[in-house]
């Protein structure tokens, strides 16, 4: 594998039809090369390996979202060799060709979020499907207790399933639950690539891009309107300040922590399409930003 590179694709509008696979998409949705790339990769991991509904693997964040994809340059036979088969000799030499190949991809999705998933709460698609008080870890340990959801916090949810509004949210160990963070999400390597600090890479790329632009995703006003600022509870413009997230799978946990993520005891343990999740935070320093002109 040659020197892996690295594509950034900034939020963009897509039109991408969720119950297909990546190689199924319409030619006519004009889908950005890089996307297609991340999603060739998610599919690979996330449906195919971890048995994820290909329909849940595109989610409405997609669009905000900016997303990386590191590529290997592979070398591949196009076509082989051909042989004169009573002589041995090699009449036509093997034809290959140098590919960059989608080997992994990392996602970036900007505040503000659903409130923090329940200790204990079950999710699929990104909804909270257990309203029972109790829920069974796959490893047969004792049952969790769920809080169920309060009437304000349904309300937040089901908010939150379209387009999330600036609500204040639980304090948790590592958040207050106010401070504007940005998720880091997908974060998937390849079978054959993994091992070689890939992840390690994609997760150092969102996050060295975020502290050269900090305000790049703080709302104005104007675009996004006053009341869904936070600014009906006496709360300031939401800036970001070097704050990150991440859902870790709780087997990928070290994967985030050689990243400097720490887990967040408080925020618990939930379950996210089958399997088992923590929730995770970074924080780094700003830095200042060129002067627009
Ligand atoms: C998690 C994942 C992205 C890591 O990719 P990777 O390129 O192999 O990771 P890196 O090589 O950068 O590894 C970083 C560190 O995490 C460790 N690590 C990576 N995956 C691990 C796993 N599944 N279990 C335990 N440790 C793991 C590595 O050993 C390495 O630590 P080390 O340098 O001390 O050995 C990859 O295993 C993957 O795609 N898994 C399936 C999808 C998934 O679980 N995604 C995470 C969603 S939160």
């Given amino acids: 594998m040659g020197t892996p590179f690295i594509a ?34 998610r599919s690979e991991v996330f449906v ?11 989610d409405p964040d997609d669009p905000r979202c900016a997303h990386w994809v590191i ?16 002589t041995g000799e090699v009449i036509r030499p093997r034809q290959s060709e140098t590919k960059s190949l989608p080997i992994g991809t ?17 999710y699929v698609d990104g909804e909270l499907i257990n309203t029972t008080t109790t829920t069974t870890p796959p490893n047969g340990d004792t049952p969790l207790p769920v809080q169920p959801l309060t009437s304000q916090e349904q309300e937040q949810a089901r908010r939150a399933s379209t387009i999330p509004t600036f609500t204040p ?11 504007p963070y940005v998720k880091l999400g997908r974060l998937a390597v390849t ?4 091992g070689r600090g890939l992840a390690g ?14 305000s790049y995703f703080d709302p104005s006003p104007a675009e996004r309107g006053f009341e869904h600022l936070g600014m009906e509870q006496g709360g300031t413009l939401p800036r970001w300040n070097g704050l990150f997230c991440c859902h870790a799978q709780v087997d990928a946990v070290r994967a985030w922590e050689k990243s400097g993520f720490q887990v ?6 939930w379950m996210e399409e089958g399997i088992p999740h923590v929730g995770m935070f970074l924080r780094v320093q700003v830095e200042p930003e060129a002067k627009q002109v």
């Fill in 191 to 194: 079978k054959e690539f993994r």
């Fill in 106 to 122: 990392v996602r970036l999705v900007p505040f503000p979020h659903p409130p923090h998933p329940r200790k204990g709460g079950v």
């Fill in 169 to 179: 949210d639980r304090p948790t160990t590592l958040h207050d639950g106010r401070e």
């Fill in 48 to 58: 195919q390996e971890q048995n994820i509904p290909q329909s849940n693997e595109f």
């Fill in 264 to 269: 967040d005891q408080e925020m618990g343990e």
């Fill in 8 to 41: 950034l694709l900034e939020p963009t509008p897509l039109a991408w039809e969720r119950a297909l696979p990546p190689a199924s998409q319409p030619a006519s949705a004009s889908i950005p090369r890089t996307f297609l790339d991340a999603m060739t990769v």
């Fill in 201 to 214: 890479q994609l997760v150092r790329t969102a996050v060295d891009w975020m502290r050269k632009h900090p």
């Fill in 71 to 86: 590529y290997a340059s592979v070398n591949q036979t196009i076509a082989p060799a051909v042989t004169d088969p009573t």
